[in-house]
């Protein structure tokens, strides 16, 4: 976990996911959201029909949390821990 800037996570072509210290803020549920949208990067790199189709096979609820999330999102405090 790190400082990601505005992310809450990444993925990288070698297979790198990297989370913002501030997911552990978030429910359960929300945390298992940001993990599991890195993870189907792995598999697909957009965010178009076929990542959305990973990440409902991989969260059947995925458009609850999604919309949950962006309720929440704007509320979560990110800025620097030194």
Known sequence: MGDLGVRWGSCTADGSISLHW???QLPPDLIEYVLVHEL????EPGHGPAFRREMTLALPDFARRETWFEQEEPFMWRGSVR
């Open 22 to 24: 501030a997911v552990m």
């Open 40 to 43: 189907c990067h792995l598999k």
